[in-house]
Structures are given as C-alpha cells and as structure tokens.
C-alpha cells in the first residue's frame, strides 16, 4: 500500500485516501497478494436494488443511530472478503481495529500479511510489515481535504452512530428486511456519494446490522450491474472499554515520525 501513495501524483491521491481507508489493505498490486477463500462467494450486487429504490426518514435514521452508538470507544475484529469480476475466487483478508471518537481509527490487519493504516486528524498513516512508516497528510490539496472531512463522518456515523452529518455528503436509503423466524429484523443503509471524487472511487456502500452493525458492502458500479468489484467487510466481537496503552501508542505513531513523510510527486 505504500508503493501505491508513493508511486501516485499528488493529483490521484485523494481517491487512494478513500480506497485505502475502505479497503484496507486487500488492493491487488505488485507480487502482493490476499490468500483465497476456496469455497466462498460473495452474494451479487443485484440484492440491494430493493435498497438503493427506497428512501430514507428522519425517524428510521433516528433509530439506527441508537443502535450503532457503541460509546466514545469501540474494538473488534474484521474479516474482509473482494470479489474481483476478473477472479473467481474472492481475496480475503482478516484483523481487528480501533475506533475513539477523539483519537481516530486503527484499521490492523493481521493476515495474509501485517499491515496497519490510522485515520487521525485528517491524516492517513501507514505501516507495513517490514516497520516502515508513510503519513499522507488530507490537505494536500482542495479535494483531498475534502476527503478528509468526509471520512472521519462516514466512520463516526458507522462506528459511533453520528448519522446525522451524512445527508450533507451521501443520498441515503433504509430498508428492513423482516425475520424469517422469531427473530430481529435486519436493516440495511445504503450511501451513494454526492462528491464525484469519491463516487468514481466508491460508488455505493451498505452497512447491515440488526441490534449493531454487522458488515459494510461496497460496490464499484449501480447494483443492477454485473459482473462488478465487490467487498464485504464482516465485524465481530464489538466491545466497548477506554484505550489501553498500547491502543495510544499506535495513535501516536505520527508524532514520532518526521514531519515530511508523505506522498511524492
């Protein structure tokens, strides 16, 4: 990932700033790649057009937003599944990461390879497996710092349950699938991007949950579109707790590492 910020021009390196953030680290380049999941498929696209036709009342958006308030400070782990049109396997990765709403989010994966990405005061920090540090500083530019504003709102509505600064960015749509059994019924938010920027990069997300969330979908293309680019992003084990010391001393990677690392032209 950092030969992708560093290879760039500074022109394309707000879309990497969205892609690397959603994406982790799963991005196919180099000789680098994610192990398969033999016998895995992610289900297709076509099953949130019913979503992306609905829209969205400021009483749902209420309600949801109680259900994703997990507090000031939430962990847990993450495994991420990409479906590329031009695989037939998808390329899985999997770890566990940190959100506080005044620190940031830790974004670790574990496997195949070592990785981890920060997102703090409009910065994207990154550390490979090999203990090597890049910081992409979000105003390098208009368009990046408007990237850099955007984000932090997706992740603090996703993680935080701050819904109501997405409307200013993202056209929204909910949708309640009902339980087939006794059980909760699950819903569905889906986010079209209002920026171009950030839709060329990302063009539809989902996050599912029913009590929490469950997982975050993007789509590279409307979801009547197929064959597409596909990733899923599964969380589990959410728990609540203040930050341990470890957890502050990644977040303070940055203030340890010189003032001019960052994207080259």
Not at 47 to 54: N, S
Not at 115 to 138: E, H, M, T, W
Not at 191 to 214: C, F, Q, R, W, Y
Request: charged share 15%; hydrophobic share 45%; proline share 5%.
């Amino acid at each position: 990932m950092i030969a992708l910020f560093t290879n760039w021009p500074r022109a394309k390196w707000s879309q990497g700033f969205c892609q690397s953030l959603l994406l982790s680290c799963t991005l196919l380049f180099g000789s680098v790649q994610a192990q398969s999941l033999a016998d895995t498929n992610l289900a297709g696209a076509s099953q949130y057009q019913t979503l992306f036709a609905q829209g969205a009342d400021n009483a749902a958006l209420l309600a949801l937003s109680q259900k994703l308030n997990l507090g000031e400070t939430v962990r847990g782990h993450f495994v991420q599944s990409r479906q590329l049109k031009v695989l037939k396997k998808p390329l899985v990765s999997q770890g566990q990461f940190v959100f506080d709403k005044a620190q940031g989010l830790i974004w670790q994966q574990l496997s195949p390879f070592e990785s981890l990405l920060i997102l703090k005061d409009k910065q994207l920090i990154q550390k490979d497996s090999q203990g090597r540090v890049q910081i992409s500083q979000a105003d390098a530019s208009a368009s990046a710092a408007a990237m850099g504003d955007l984000l932090p709102s997706l992740v603090n509505a996703m993680l935080g349950g701050d819904i109501s600064g997405l409307s200013a960015n993202f056209e929204l749509h909910f949708f309640v699938q009902e339980p087939l059994a006794q059980g909760k019924p699950n819903w569905q938010l889906g986010l079209t991007p209002k920026d171009p920027l950030m839709k060329k990069a990302i063009a539809h997300m989902v996050l599912e949950g029913s009590d929490t969330l469950h997982a975050l979908v993007l789509l590279s293309a409307n979801p009547s579109v197929s064959p597409q680019d596909i990733t899923r992003i599964d969380f589990s084990e959410l728990r609540q707790g203040p930050l341990s010391e470890a957890e502050l001393a990644q977040y303070a990677i940055s203030q340890t590492t010189p003032k001019d690392a960052g994207p080259r032209e």
